[in-house]
């Protein structure tokens, strides 16, 4: 099968769409099918499988920064790289965003298979694309949501049905990584963007409440962003606990999940899913998280890991400590944490996507 796949947003910034695509991608790729990957990019991409069709400008969206490609004249561009590789499906990402995907909806020529990751409460994009989304809805013929919570944001936007495939996750990368050198003493772990909606500053108060009474323990740090000048609040000796690593390629992810003992997942809302909770649990970290649409499909409190109020670092502190300090607790955890991943790997996503594949195929384009 020809599958092209449409990115919205910038394929060299991180983000949880670009590592869905990704490693769909390379999954076809392995399974013998013929894939091209349609995006923009501020850069030359190392992948012989994606073509480059426009530059990406930040756009604030979702209390965070969406890299997309707005401009009109990107359009004929994507339109014509279609027509050259020609593909029995296309499957767009986000195409009510007005970027690649959006024009690859417009333009295909094949059947379209659309999914929808957001799970934000509000949307100016929505509102400003308005007219064309009525468009692109018109030309889906099978619409996929990540979760019920990204289902509850989107249906009533556009309307239809919709079948819930979760994002995949390579449990496997996770769970047989060997640890990378991060010293001595007890680690946790927070991965993400340091900007508004991942809760950063919850974590670190609760690293403060935390520390005080455990002088082994340390907070491992993989993101950048405004918000890392949070740990300035922390005193001198605290701070110097901080591991900050910056960013990291989620290729190069496993070993720092490897080499922690539980996973911090403080994002305060505007979550469709929780990929950073799925690859904890593949890598065996019992997961304390916020309490929130999205996160609680992943995660079933008290089976799978510990969910708290987002914002809230005390409870995050309290629930933490209970792990810390139970050993059967965090064993108990960790175990059903990764039978709750093998859920979500990508054996079973790609079974479930390429269902959807040759159900847009029997139905044909959509004009």
Known sequence: ????????????????????????????????HDVQVLA??????????????????????????????PRPWSYPVVRDALREFRPDVLHAHEPETPSTSMWATLSSRAPVVATFHSGAEGSWLFAAAAP???????????????????????????????????????????????PADLGPGRKLLFVGRLDERKGFPTAVGAFASLASERPDLRLVVVGDGPDRSAIDALTVDVRDRVSMLGAVA?????????????????????????????????AGLPVVASDIPGYDEVVRDGVDGLLVPPRDPAALAAAAGSILDDPGLAARLSDAGRARARIFDWATVTAQLMACYEQAIALGPLR
């Not at 796949?5 to 949880?16: E, F, I, K, Q, V």
């Open 250 to 282: 989620n290729t190069d992810l496993p070993p720092y999940h490897a080499a922690c003992d539980l996973y911090l997942g403080t994002s305060i809302g505007g979550e469709s899913f929780g990929i950073v909770l799925v690859e904890a649990m593949a």
């Open 132 to 178: 064309l989304i009525r468009r692109v809805t018109r030309r889906i013929s099978v619409r996929i949501a990540v979760s019920r919570a990204a289902e509850r944001f989107v249906a009533p936007r556009i309307g239809g049905s919709f079948r819930i495939v979760p994002n995949g996750v390579d449990v496997d990368r996770f769970a047989t990584a060997q």
């Open 40 to 69: 923009p990019a501020r850069s030359a991409v190392q992948e012989a499988w994606v073509r480059v069709v426009g530059r990406p400008v930040n756009l604030r969206y979702n209390a965070s920064s969406a890299p997309i490609d």
């Open 1 to 32: 099968m020809r599958v092209a796949l449409a990115c919205p947003y910038a394929w060299d910034d991180p983000g949880g769409v670009q590592v869905h695509i990704r490693e769909l991608a390379g999954r076809l790729l392995d399974e013998g």
